[in-house]
């Protein structure tokens, strides 16, 4: 099931998005930007004190030391209160970025919990991270500290050109005439940056994509020692990037250096102005004066107000990331109650196509698991196994057909309701820092010491931990990075088993068991859950002897089923591939296919 966009998420800006950010904060945001404007109004009150000192020193007559010691220590007041009333706004802004964007973070991650599993197995994990972290850490910059810069920036030349036209208009006029001359020469080099920036976007987020799988496979490069060059799609990736990046800078380079020449020359056309206005008598040479100060920087703020706006490109598009989860409307998930009921099969595949990129993975599967038994679904790598058991947990929704437990879809189960009735353990095993126990319960409490011994038992744990001196104690490394691939599995099964759900889903679960191990593993689940119907998904034809119902899978069909002596007589494909592997003693470690693939781990 994909999460489909929200009908307003469609008529929304990113803007509006941040403007729905701050909204329950509008109280702060508003004393941030009225405090801003006194910021404006002070910055002003020194350059008229200067102008006043000016008017003394040339006349010295009535000029005196006590009136500029005076002057001066209005600047520093109007300086120490524009300190005050910035450390103010920068104080409610950045309360409310924190506040609001705390809201934010923990809406995304609530909306990624509810979000559908099929969904987020679809993800990608950098990107994923790039949406919780990067992004909203851009949106909680703008609203701490460049909304109000933005909003100074806007109103400081709007303010300064209305004292000057109360000056005299015509001097206002001539002191903003370059601006139009600015834009128009920076639309001539940069009107098609806009689209560039929205390529360069796209591009940068599959880069960083394709750049954290090449860090996550790192010891793989070095245990090949390959370098960069090595890597096709990466140096196409970065080329491509480059390219871009060259590509935007010989546009907006000239461009932008243009613009903030013509708008730092405003006495091009001010002081011909004033020099006219002033010959004709019709402004005073104290005018003209106080003019040109207010001028001195005025367009300023302007660069700063376009900067924003060029870089402005990552902000929305983090917005733009962030919105299909921020705004994702609740999943349509089956809320019905699930009922043990016997008029429909524990689990069932009915008819069940799956087609990846045009290729047919499964086709026609139809089976019903047996209650309270083992069943095994074998084959080859590359049949389709992992995507029989990602379409048997939810994280996969079938082409066509269903895919049911007890008559309701699995791919619509609620989250609650698909932990109570089954436990999965993928070929991917996610192991956390902590204990071996924190690990098995996996936060859960009400776990009897006899359910969490009947599942290390069963998992072929405990002659293992009891060569361990602090047995279920020991501490486990980051991703189990001190334990070998078969503890890790075990821990894991163990894990899915400590659970007791009546539907535990094993997929290349004991594929790095040995077949003695595995023989054993399979008699002791039997023996020790009786009331559990397992799936087992494996590689493995030996080890079956003494299973209940298996199922072979070959070219995405099922083959055949029965039990290990049933097929044997009379499922050619099954007797081959069980010779086959008897006469090699051990059998290769799957090689997983193209659609046997785990984007994101999840053990259930």
């Known amino acids: 099931m994909r ?251 000239p461009g932008w250096t243009l613009y903030t020449a013509l708008l730092g020359a405003s006495f091009v056309c001010l002081l011909p102005a004033a020099i006219g206005l002033h010959s004709a008598q019709a402004v005073t040479t104290e005018q003209v004066i106080l003019s040109m100060l207010l001028a001195v920087g005025m367009l300023n703020p302007i660069i700063k107000v376009s900067r924003f706006f060029m870089e402005a490109n990552e902000l929305l598009a983090g917005v733009k990331r962030i919105t299909p989860i921020y705004l994702a409307p609740d999943p349509k998930l089956n809320n019905t109650q699930i009922q043990a009921d016997k008029k429909h099969p524990l689990m069932q595949f009915y008819s069940v196509d799956f087609t990846y990129q045009s290729h047919k993975v499964l086709k026609g599967v139809h089976f019903k698991l047996v209650p309270n038994s083992l069943n095994v679904i074998v084959g080859a790598s590359g049949n389709g196994k992992s995507t029989l058991a990602m379409l048997a947990c939810g994280l996969l929704s079938p082409s066509s057909g269903r895919v049911q437990l007890y008559g309701q879809d699995v791919s619509l189960l609620t989250d609650n309701a698909r932990a109570q009735f089954m436990s999965v353990v993928t070929q991917e095993c996610y192991l956390f820092e902590g204990t071996l126990r924190d690990n098995i319960l996996f936060g859960r409490s009400g776990i009897s010491s006899d359910a969490l011994e009947r599942a290390v038992v069963a998992a072929q744990l405990k002659s293992w931990l009891t060569q361990l001196p602090d047995g279920l104690e020991t501490l486990v490394q980051t991703r189990g990075q001190n334990l070998s691939g078969g503890e890790k599995q075990r821990i894991a099964i163990a894990r899915a088993l400590v659970s007791e759900t009546p539907l535990v889903i094993l997929d290349e679960a004991a594929s790095a068991m040995d077949n003695v191990t595995q023989g054993k593993f399979y008699q002791a689940i039997q023996g020790h859950y009786p009331n559990t119907t397992f799936l087992v998904i494996t590689h493995k034809y030996l080890g079956l002897e003494n299973t209940g119902q298996i199922f072979v899978l070959n070219n995405g069909e099922i083959a055949s089923q029965g039990t290990h002596e049933a097929l044997l007589m009379r499922c050619a494909y099954y007797r081959h591939s069980w010779q086959l592997q008897q006469s090699d003693g051990e059998p290769q470690s799957p090689v997983k296919d193209p659609l046997d693939f785990q984007p994101i781990s999840y053990e259930i």
């Not at 998420?9 to 109280?27: D, H, L, M, R, V």
């Not at 920068?90 to 970025?97: D, G, I, K, R």
């Not at 303010?159 to 370059?178: E, H, M, P, Y």
């Open 3 to 253: 999460v489909e966009s929200h009908e307003a998420e469609e008529n929304q800006s990113p803007w509006s998005i941040i403007f729905a950010i701050c909204a329950p904060y509008k109280g702060k945001m508003l004393m941030a930007l009225g405090l801003m404007v006194f910021v404006t109004l002070f910055e002003l009150v020194p350059v008229y004190l200067l102008f006043l000192s000016i008017q003394e020193l040339l006349n010295p007559l009535s000029a005196s030391a006590e009136q500029l010691l005076w002057i001066a220590a209005g600047i520093c007041c109007a300086i120490l209160l524009k300190s005050s009333c910035s450390m103010g706004a920068y104080y409610f802004s950045h309360q409310v970025a924190y506040q609001a964007l705390t809201k934010v973070r923990m809406k995304l991650t609530t909306q990624l919990a509810n979000l559908p599993l099929t969904w987020l197995s679809e993800q990608n994990a950098a990107v994923l991270k790039q949406n919780i972290l990067q992004d909203v850490e851009h949106i909680e910059n703008f609203i701490a500290h460049q909304s109000v810069e933005l909003f100074n920036a806007i109103l400081t030349p709007l303010v300064v050109f209305t004292v000057i036209a109360f000056i005299d208009w015509r001097l206002a006029l001539s002191a903003v005439a370059v601006v139009p001359l600015a834009f128009l020469a920076s639309g001539l080099f940069m009107h098609k940056t806009a689209g560039q920036y929205e390529r360069f976007s796209h591009v940068s987020e599959d880069l960083t994509a394709t750049l954290s799988d090449y860090v996550k496979n790192m010891p793989l490069m070095k245990l090949y020692n390959l370098d960069s060059k090595r890597f096709a799609v990466l140096n196409r990736k970065l080329d491509r990037y480059q390219e871009l990046v060259l590509e935007l800078t010989g546009q907006t380079v």
